[in-house]
């Protein structure tokens, strides 16, 4: 049990700047829920130290929260589907917890009832004018241990920005202030299509649905399969021996425009696809495709201020595939796939996109599949036979660290993620080991895992 003592509004300690700050069409295509993500500490010896971390929390929160005075603002909706920011420095919510439990009967943290109960919880039922755009939730465990669970607006914030976010919270609550250079910068405009609006110069494959199961004409069944989570461990050993698999025997089928070695996302990413489908065991002629994420501040010509805060990602998909030619062809047939997807993410593909998103009416046909259980029938269901993969390798969570040492684990919750959603992250040992945290239906779980340790290179 989690029992939570107070809750506290925490409000930028210093006057911010006011009214409506106009969200990139990047931003309006993100789920307008919450994304969950826990930070798991290790316990401290300093009994005085306890006593002070909430109070420390709050207000270093509150200070941070005057350079990023967006995330104390509150969402409106405006015109076709889309939203605007009222910087209205409403705050922010934090809930102090206890519970009496260890941290050992966590496991390995992978989402259960006792891991969502140290997740805040926002009120979808209110009008999201209402809706505090950051929560955390700080428990305490009868061990000593530390968890701090936040849910953050995906309208306002990228993977990236987040991590920034925690990472500058973090310092000022260690007692260091914040340099110049890591002042965040808020004008999203920058992103704004021209007007007129230039119609889309690509097709835009990652804006049409996905493939369906063969024989069916919806996603409803699929849907109702119950589904769970596995948390897996990869070795620096088998990431670089799936790197190296990868790389021994090129394949032809796929054209591609740089021809250096396959990444560790890559590589991984590939091998994750085709254990799933193999686990799926659908037939071989079914067709199945894989969504990324790929950041694009770097490139865009030219690129994105370093501190711009906001939401700079957008879903790529691979092209057409099916089972039967995924798992018969060698492991660099997927990762072509996956690589040609990625450099598809040009400067003017981008931009192209941008105005796609602007040139519709209503966004919410496009808007991203939605977290934390507000939104239970998205416009495009990603699960058996796709799958959506997701790198957080290079993002910076496990350096947060408040005062009290780097986490012991970092994570998404997962809580009401699809089937075939999966994060690949870095380990916080920093020993080129990686992390993976996926959601499957439960009926092929047990063959994934199989699969994934047995077709590994050793």
């Known amino acids: 049990m989690v029992y939570v003592k ?8 210093r006057p911010t700047p006011g009214g409506v700050l106009r969200l990139s069409e990047c931003d309006q295509r993100m789920q307008w829920t919450h994304i969950p993500l826990i930070f798991i500490y290790k316990a401290s010896g300093d009994n005085n130290e306890k006593t002070k971390t909430v109070e420390t929390l709050k207000d270093s929160l509150s200070r941070v929260l005057v350079p990023y005075y967006p995330l104390a603002g509150r969402l409106n909706w405006i015109h076709g589907g889309r939203l605007e920011l009222h910087c209205n420095a409403k705050g922010v919510l934090l809930l102090e917890a206890y519970s009496e439990a260890k941290l050992d009967e966590l496991g390995d943290f992978a989402p259960m009832k006792a891991i969502e109960d140290l997740v805040p919880k926002v ?24 968890c701090v669970a936040t849910v953050m607006s995906h309208t306002m914030v990228d993977g990236w920005s987040a991590a920034k976010f925690f990472n500058a919270w973090a310092k000022l609550a260690r007692g260091d202030e914040l340099e110049e250079n890591e002042m965040p910068f808020h004008d999203r405009t920058i992103l704004q299509s021209l007007e007129p609006l230039v119609p889309p110069r690509f097709e835009h494959i990652e804006f049409t649905k996905p493939p369906l199961r063969l024989g069916h004409t919806d996603a409803k069944e699929e849907k109702k399969k119950e589904t769970s989570v596995a948390i897996l461990k990869v070795t620096k050993e088998q990431v670089d021996g799936l790197r190296k698999k990868a790389n021994e025997t090129p394949c032809q089928d796929v054209v591609m425009v740089s021809t250096r070695p396959y990444s560790r996302y890559e590589a991984i990413a590939s091998h994750l696809w085709r ?13 199945t495709r894989v969504t990324l994420v790929i950041d694009f501040r770097s490139r865009l010509k030219p690129s ?26 060698p492991l660099s047939y997927a990762a072509g796939k996956i690589r040609e997807a990625i450099e598809r993410m040009t400067d003017e593909y981008i931009r192209s996109a941008l105005d796609f998103i602007a040139s519709q009416k209503d966004v919410g046909a496009l808007r991203c599949g939605l977290h934390n259980g507000a939104y239970t029938n998205p416009p495009n269901y990603l699960g058996n036979p796709n799958a959506s993969i997701l790198s957080w390798i290079n993002l910076p969570f496990n350096d947060v660290d408040y005062g009290w040492g780097k986490p012991i684990y970092v994570g998404p919750a997962l809580l009401n993620d699809d089937d075939g959603k999966t994060y690949i992250m870095s380990s916080p040992t920093a020993d080129g080991s990686l992390i993976i945290a996926l959601r499957l239906q439960t009926e092929c779980m047990n063959s994934f895992k199989k699969f994934f340790y047995e077709d590994m290179p050793w």
């Open 275 to 287: 254990c799933i489908c193999k686990a799926r065991a659908n037939d071989s002629s079914q067709p």
């Open 6 to 13: 107070s809750t506290s509004s925490i409000i930028p300690s």
């Open 304 to 329: 994105l201020p370093p501190g711009y805060f906001g939401n700079t990602v957008l879903q790529t998909v691979t092209s057409k595939c099916v089972h039967g030619d995924l798992l018969a062809k």
């Open 123 to 146: 009120d979808y039922g209110s009008p999201i004018e209402d809706w505090p755009l950051l929560l955390v939730q700080v428990t305490r465990f009868s061990c000593g241990g530390l």
